[in-house]
């Protein structure tokens, strides 16, 4: 990251090896381009990629992907400063809500609760509402209206990823 990249975000590091590894055990690495079930078949490739569109079966590089990956886990890092001020996360909430972005998109994490949360300084709250509604329940683990417990496991790893408070280096 270039120095000036490096001051636009405080202390935070976009496209830490900690988001990469997360991106990698929730959305695998796939080189050849599949149709995703849980969005309706939408072509899918490298680390949940959509955009730009490519053909179901076409495959790409390790070292495409890799890129791509990279650019992804920038491209959502960015969204997020841009809603949630960098002093009002650490590391961890960082990366945790930049993962739940790249999940949901950036519009509806910008706008999620758990980002109004983040906002207003409610971090231990924020980061339970990743996961969990203000009633108990699992919030933003459905698909197509029907819930998925595989969506819920990933809210809740993004919940306690986010609550674990990072350490300075």
Known sequence: MTPKAKAATGALTLASAAILGAMHLWEGQRLTVYADKLAGGLPTYCSGRTQPPRPVGSTLTQAECDAIDRQTATEYGRAI?????????????????????????????????????????????????????????????????????????????????????????
């Open 81 to 169: 400063l841009a809603c949630i001020p960098a002093e009002r996360m650490d590391q961890n909430s960082f990366d945790a809500m930049t993962l739940f972005a790249i999940n949901v998109g950036k519009t509806a994490a910008c706008n999620s609760r758990a980002a109004h949360l983040m906002r207003d300084g409610q971090r231990e709250n924020a980061c339970r509402a990743l996961a969990y509604g203000p009633d108990g329940r699992p919030v933003w683990s459905y698909a197509r209206g029907v819930y998925v417990q595989g969506l819920q496991n990933r809210r809740r790893y993004e919940m306690n990823w986010c609550l674990k408070l990072a350490t300075a280096a």
